[in-house]
């Protein structure tokens, strides 16, 4: 008789002999670094819905060009000010590229708050080794401490300066100081009508209030930067969805123009420079933090990343605007309020021409090395 046939593989979670297969072993380091990677995607997850939850509401009490105060409290509450901080200094141990969703989700929504400066006013704090900021913050450059710890001058187009109960202040003499008073505030605005205020400084500073500076007056702009561009990729997406959805349901000569040849070229080329921006604030955050070995590596490549975002975010208005026509600059439309930044934002804390000029002085001071090698270099 002829015995029937046997699988040789019994499957998943079988021996040869058909008992149950004993489960891999995974060594203990291995175990804790995937239950690590595992908490820590789940606190990335937390903290991304709890921005989009907060920042997408509906809010009427945005005071008139400057914070609302409910609305902070909601921010401050949820610790999101706290973002770029590692857990031993009180934040969430996030990467930078996870921090830094949380500019983008406010970006995407137009929230009217310093969220992203306070994120990075507090990491510049503690990585001077002075106390947090206690409210909302901002960042500023200029002036010099004086004999007996005066500090005296004005500091141009502050983001947030009305709102800010604390000032991060990279002084030109290499210092960095926590202001949290003595200074008059004279308020402008931007084109998206975000406070960009001039203040009069005049103070004593109080003992530990001021620090050496970690690193080079550039790299602190950069950094600056490299807020800028989080935020110009978020507006961006938002854009490019509100664009799209436009495109789908506005219906002319009986079909949407979205089914236009012109019309789905223009959003071609408009996604291409979204992802552009996107890939540009991943680049610049995963070479976050600058260290003093890489600082010009770190000053080059958010160089880059600033100049390609502000192109994609001029771009990127340009054909929005184009494809809504007037609906998109009506007041109670969601567009015109993501644009405003793009076009703001693209020219703050560096334009394209500044960056442009940094990155041709950082290859020309290298001496007898190639454009490709330069470029390549930076990884």
Known sequence: ???????????????????????????????????????????????????????????????????????????????????????????FGLTAREALSIARIAAAHAAKAPAAETML??????????????????????????????????????????????????????????????WECRHGLNLADEPRDDLIVDCTLRPGRAADANFDPKTYLALCAMLRVASISGAAQAALGLTVTYANDR??????????????QNLAIMATQVAAACAAADMVAAAFPPHAANEAIFQTIAAAA??????????????????????????????????????SWRDEFGSENHWAEEIADAFFSEGDVTPWDFLTRQD
């Not at 141009?156 to 960095?176: C, H």
């Not at 219906?251 to 789905?264: C, D, E, L, R, S």
């Open 121 to 182: 006013a507090n990491w510049i704090l503690a990585n001077a080794g002075l106390d947090l900021a206690e409210g909302p913050a901002t960042i500023a450059f200029g002036l010099t401490l004086g004999k007996d710890l005066k500090l005296s001058g004005e500091l141009q187009r502050v983001p947030w300066g009305r709102d800010a109960a604390s000032i991060v202040l990279l002084t030109q003499d290499r210092k960095v100081i926590h202001l949290s008073g003595g």
């Open 1 to 91: 008789m002829i015995s029937p046939l046997r699988p040789r593989n019994l499957g998943a979670g079988r021996s040869q002999r058909g008992n149950p297969a004993k489960p891999p072993h995974i060594p203990k380091s291995q175990r804790h670094e995937t239950k690590k990677s595992r908490d820590q995607r789940s606190m990335s997850d937390m903290v991304s819905e709890t921005a989009e939850r907060l920042f997408s509401a509906p809010r009427t009490d945005d005071g008139e060009g400057g914070l609302s105060q409910a609305f902070w409290a909601q921010i401050s509450d949820a610790g999101l000010p706290l973002g770029l901080l590692d857990e031993s200094a009180g934040g």
């Open 251 to 264: 219906v002319q000569f009986g079909k949407p123009i979205g089914k236009n040849q012109a019309i789905q």
């Open 306 to 343: 600033k100049l390609r975002a502000g192109e994609a975010a001029g771009i990127c208005a340009s054909i929005a605007h184009q494809v809504h026509g007037a609906i998109g600059f009506t007041h109670e439309y969601q567009l015109h309020p993501l644009t405003k930044r793009l076009w």
